[in-house]
T-cell receptor, first 115, second 113 residues
Framework: AQSVTQLDSQVPVFEEAPVELRCNYS??????LFWYVQYPNQGLQLLLK??????LVESINGFEAEFNKSQTSFHLRKPSVHISDTAEYFC?????????????FGAGTQVVVTP | DTGVSQDPRHKITKRGQNVTFRCDPI?????LYWYRQTLGQGPEFLTYFQNEAQLEKSRLLSDRFSAERPKGSFSTLEIQRTEQGDSAMYLC???????????FGQGTRLTVV
């Protein structure tokens, strides 16, 4: 079985400050790793994913996440946040071979960006 | 394409009543997933379809829950004899292939009173 732990339920941050959202997972089999974002009153959207290769993956809006196999972590970072980054962020894993849509999610981290 | 759509967006029902939710996936997407999300938690996988075939059901999906995807297009999720513990957001997602991005709908919020 797999599990995903997001260590912070809420992260307040000032605009233009950096932010890091922590995610740890456990699994006895190989997994793919994902970060999803949910803006208010919207559905979940894929932010970025790690499948293989370079352990650092980036999104188009400035987020990046680093896969650390030894620490079984996939932390999400952004060097400078905007007000529009206020949202809930979910870390998720899928078992390799079962498809990217069958996901085990963490409990989520609410990011609140203030001026 | 308008994305994954779910209907209704909100449903309030009395305990013991049956409810049915509908999900229209993105056109031509072969895979369709159902999730349930309760307050303060991440979504939990319920079941998924490959075209019209239901390939897996989570143990979370009790006998009161049934899902169908006739003709491999839209899907319905029915809950019979609803209980207060069924109150949650029910999410639907679809993907073109097994290993392609899953797109989520906005969900149906169920409140059982």
């Amino acid at each position: 079985a797999q599990s995903v732990t997001q260590l912070d339920s809420q992260v307040p941050v000032f605009e233009e400050a950096p932010v890091e959202l922590r995610c740890n997972y456990s699994s006895s089999v190989s997994v793919y790793l994902f970060w999803y974002v949910q803006y208010p009153n919207q559905g979940l959207q894929l932010l970025l994913k790690y499948l293989s290769g370079s352990t650092l993956v980036e999104s188009i809006n400035g987020f990046e996440a680093e896969f650390n196999k030894s620490q079984t972590s996939f932390h999400l970072r952004k060097p400078s946040v905007h007000i529009s980054d206020t949202a809930e962020y979910f870390c998720a894993v899928s078992v390799q071979g079962e498809g990217w849509g069958k996901l085990q999610f963490g409990a989520g981290t609410q990011v609140v960006v203030t001026p | 394409d308008t994305g994954v759509s779910q209907d209704p967006r909100h449903k309030i029902t009395k305990r013991g009543q049956n409810v049915t939710f509908r999900c229209d996936p993105i056109s031509e997407h072969n895979r369709l997933y159902w999730y349930r999300q309760t307050l303060g938690q991440g979504p939990e996988f319920l079941t998924y379809f490959q075209n019209e075939a239901q390939l897996e059901k989570s143990r979370l999906l009790s006998d009161r829950f049934s899902a169908e995807r006739p003709k491999g297009s839209f899907s319905t999720l029915e809950i019979q004899r609803t209980e207060q513990g069924d109150s949650a957001m029910y999410l639907c997602a679809s993907s073109l292939l097994a290993n392609s991005e899953a797109f989520f709908g906005q969900g149906t919020r169920l409140t059982v009173v």
